[in-house]
């Protein structure tokens, strides 16, 4: 299966499909990716054998290449000024490629240090994650971390091309697929109700790695986000339904400390049913698709949040929602829903309103 991203920065392909990486140099071939050097940056929970398949597609004297082990807390500036060293010490010009083979972190870092070294050289993103697959892959978001919150020193640069091989995908234990599964279902959420029902039908074959299944929703969820990026590349208006759970997520796995107990994946399903809560506390989605949403994500378990956090962590949370980037003053915006598939962008709310919400979560 492949998409289409067209966007003012860049056009580029997505391709997903199964046993990708062997094809690897025909795909570059095809899709016209010239280049003279190499740097491959890969995840090191990546299995070996695959680092070895795409290895082996290269002539070694052009291709460098770098494990790291990527985590929230190596999604920093040191991380990637180790990146732009080596492009600097073997002489890398603008018109040669850095290859990311990783998660969304991985993606995240080598898609920043992509944008700034010479103001730009070829990205290819390899997702290896369900999570990446669906979701940073697509569209062009680069961040790192900094001491005030996720993602916030970054900038939009679109890849040259992403490779998705769903058999990267066999290795990932349940935790993972359900980090990414989150994407997925946000998708739905905000775009298509009939792919809803299509995930509350189906979502344990693609949480079981069925092969038919799982295709067909990263191929769907990605036409949603790519459908949206085309319109609003650099999120100024109508990209914004992407963050739909996200204010309230990127608090939580900041306030936890990025905390394996909790991923970004299952702090986006927190974030959904945050925002799906207030969003119907608040009258503002209708009772009927309220009752859907949550009854699907009583039966992922993704409903308590007093299983993360208690009344102490509240102004920690409140905090890091107030650094969410699309806040314009001091009122904390969400994005929420009338109904599935219907988003409603640009509601703020005040700190007070939000701080007794929180509580009531943890504590009903």
């Known amino acids: ?11 580029y392909s997505v391709i997903i499909g199964k046993n990708l990486i062997s094809k690897i140099n025909r795909i570059f071939l095809n899709e016209k990716i010239y280049s003279r050097k190499f740097l491959l940056v890969y995840d090191s929970k990546v299995p070996s054998k695959m680092i070895k398949s795409i290895l082996s597609r290269f002539n070694k004297k052009r291709i460098e290449k770098k494990k790291i082990i990527f985590n929230e807390k190596s999604k920093n500036l040191k991380t990637v000024s180790s990146i732009v060293k080596i492009l600097e010490n073997n002489n890398f010009s603008r018109n040669d490629c850095l290859i990311s083979v990783g998660g969304g972190i991985c993606g995240d870092v080598c898609g920043f240090a992509s944008s700034i070294f010479k103001r730009g050289l070829n990205f290819i993103n390899v997702p290896t994650t369900l999570l990446s697959q669906v979701d940073s892959a697509i569209g062009g978001k680069t961040g790192i971390n900094s001491l005030s919150g996720k993602n916030m020193i970054g900038s939009f640069y679109q890849p040259s091309l992403v490779i998705s091989d769903i058999d990267f995908l066999k290795s990932l234990p349940r935790k993972e ?13 905000i775009n298509n109700k009939v792919f809803f029902k299509f995930l509350k039908r189906n979502f344990i074959k693609i949480l079981n790695h069925n092969h038919k299944f799982l295709e067909t929703a990263i191929y769907k969820s990605c036409s949603i986000k790519k459908e949206v990026v085309e319109k609003d590349e650099k999120e100024k208006n109508i ?5 739909l759970g996200h204010t309230f997520a990127h608090a939580y796995e900041t306030t936890i400390g990025y905390n394996k107990g909790l991923n970004h994946g299952e702090a ?43 009344s102490k962590d509240i102004s920690k949370i409140i905090f890091y929602m107030k650094q969410d980037k699309k806040n314009k003053d001091s009122k904390i915006n969400l994005i929420l829903l009338k109904g599935i598939a219907k988003p409603v962008i640009n509601k703020s709310f005040k700190e007070n309103n939000i701080k007794l919400f929180l509580k009531n979560l943890i504590y009903r």
């Open 1 to 11: 299966m492949k998409l289409k991203v067209k966007t003012n920065i860049n056009n």
């Open 177 to 189: 697929m359900i980090c990414g599964y989150a994407e997925i279902l946000k998708h739905s959420l």
């Open 239 to 243: 990209r914004k339904v992407l963050n």
């Open 268 to 310: 986006v399903l927190l974030g959904i049913m945050s925002a799906v809560e207030f969003g119907r506390q608040k009258k503002i989605l209708k009772k009927s698709d309220y009752e859907e949403i949550i009854d699907h994500l009583k039966k992922l378990n993704y409903y308590n949040l007093n299983k993360y956090f208690k």
